[in-house]
C-alpha cells in the first residue's frame, strides 16, 4: 500500500518539515500542494499537482492523507474538512487554535476510524530522546524538577505573521514544550504562567515560564526571544542526581540547509552531549552519549497507523490534553493565578 499525500501549505512547516520527510519515508507519496507558490513548488517536486484551494485538494485523486501546515487559526477548519471527506490528517502544532475544534477533530477521527495525529516531531529531537533513556534507567531517581528551555536572541520582531500571533511564542514554541512535559509526566494538577511581550514594540508575548504543579515536583517550561546566551535546553534534578543538556536538535537546520532526511551519518547527530552529576559524587561531572534524533521515525509509524492500524504516534487525545493547558497557561497569564487542570472525558 502506498498512502498518497496531499499538503496544504508551503512555509516554513510544509517546505521543511514535511514534503521532504514524506519523500523519504517508504510507503507514502508526495500526490499534491496547496500553495499560490506553483513555481517554487514544481522546481523543488517536479512530480506533485499544485492546486489552488483546499476544497479541490480534497477532490483529487489518491490522495489518503492531508497534512495541516497552513496558518495555527486554519488548523481546526482544515483538519475538520479533511477528515470529514474521510481523509487521514496530520495537524501541525498547534493542533488548533480554539479548544473546540481540537475536541471535534478528535471525536471526528474516533467516529470515522481515521488517523487524526498532532505533528509533535520534537518527541524524537536527539536530546529529548537521551533524556527518555536516562529516566528509564533511573539514573537520576525520583525527579523533583524538570527545566525546559526553548530560548532564543532575536531582540527585533520579525515582520510576520507568526510573531503576531494570538499567544505569540506560548502558541508556537510552547506546544512542543508542554507536549515533551505531558509525554513524560503526564496532566499536572495545576498550571502557573506568565506571559508577555517583553521586546520594544513586540505585537505578541515572546516570553512565557509556566510552572506545572505536579503532587512530588514542578516542571519549569520557559521561553523568551532576548536571551543572548541561549544554549540552556534542559536541567532535570532527581533525588539521583542531574542531567544539564545545553544546544538544540540538529534536525531542523539539516533540513533547512537541504539535506535530505536521513541520507547522511550525520542526519540527527547531536555533538554537544549533556553532563550528569550524581548525588554520590557531586564533584563527578560525566558527558552522556546522545541518542540519534529521528524525525523519520514520526513518519514511519503514521504510515504503519494507517496501513495496518499500528499505534498513532501522537494520538489526538495527547494533542486535545495539550490544548488544554494551552488554554489554562493563557488564563493563568490573563488572571494572574493558578489555574487547576481537570482531566478530559475521552468523549
Not at 496544504?8 to 500542494?33: C, D, E, K, Q, S
Not at 487554535?97 to 481540537?102: C, K, L
Not at 507536549?179 to 517583553?198: E, K, M, N, S, V
Request: net charge negative.
Amino acid at each position: 500500500m502506498t498512502i498518497g499525500v496531499g499538503l496544504i501549505g508551503y512555509g516554513l512547516g510544509g517546505r521543511a518539515f514535511h514534503a521532504p520527510y514524506v519523500n523519504a519515508t517508504p510507503g507514502m507519496t508526495l500526490r499534491a500542494i496547496v500553495s499560490r507558490q506553483a513555481d517554487k513548488i514544481l522546481a523543488d517536486h517536479p512530480q506533485v499537482q499544485v492546486v489552488d484551494s483546499v476544497s479541490h485538494l480534497l477532490e483529487q485523486p489518491g490522495i489518503d492523507l492531508v497534512i495541516i501546515s497552513s496558518p495555527d487559526a486554519l488548523h481546526g477548519d482544515h483538519a475538520l474538512a479533511a477528515l470529514a471527506a474521510g481523509k487521514h490528517v496530520v495537524v501541525d502544532k498547534p493542533f488548533a487554535t480554539r479548544m473546540e475544534d481540537a475536541q471535534a477533530i478528535a471525536r471526528l477521527a474516533r467516529a470515522k476510524g481515521l488517523v487524526a495525529t498532532a505533528f509533535q516531531n520534537r518527541r524524537w529531537d536527539a536530546d529529548f530522546l537521551t533524556l527518555r533513556r536516562i529516566l528509564n534507567d533511573g539514573m537520576l531517581g525520583e525527579i523533583v524538577q524538570f527545566e525546559s528551555h526553548f530560548d532564543r536572541w532575536r531582540p527585533q520582531p520579525a515582520d510576520n505573521w507568526k510573531d503576531a500571533r494570538e499567544g505569540g511564542s506560548w502558541m508556537d514554541l510552547g506546544p512542543h514544550l508542554v507536549d515533551q512535559a505531558i509525554a513524560l509526566f503526564g496532566l499536572p494538577i495545576g498550571i502557573t504562567a506568565d506571559i508577555a511581550a517583553l521586546r520594544p514594540g513586540a505585537p505578541a508575548p515572546d516570553y512565557f515560564h509556566a510552572v506545572l504543579r505536579y503532587p512530588t515536583m514542578r516542571a519549569i517550561l520557559h521561553a523568551s526571544k532576548s536571551v543572548a546566551d541561549h544554549g540552556l535546553r534542559f536541567a532535570v534534578h532527581g533525588r539521583g542526581g542531574s542531567w544539564i543538556k545545553h544546544g538544540t536538535d540538529p534536525q531542523e537546520a539539516q533540513a533547512l540547509a537541504g539535506a535530505v532526511p536521513g541520507a547522511k551519518e550525520s542526519w540527527g547527530l547531536d555533538p554537544i552531549e549533556g553532563v550528569y552529576v550524581s548525588c554520590d559524587a557531586l564533584t563527578d561531572r560525566q558527558s552522556l552519549a546522545n541518542e540519534r534524533g529521528d524525525y523519520l521515525a514520526f513518519w514511519r509509524q503514521v504510515v504503519a497507523a494507517i496501513a495496518t492500524g499500528a499505534p498513532n504516534p501522537v494520538p489526538a487525545d495527547d494533542a486535545v490534553a495539550v490544548m488544554q493547558l494551552l488554554h489554562a497557561g493563557l488564563e493563568s497569564a490573563a488572571r494572574r493565578c493558578e489555574i487547576i487542570i481537570t482531566p478530559l472525558s475521552a468523549s
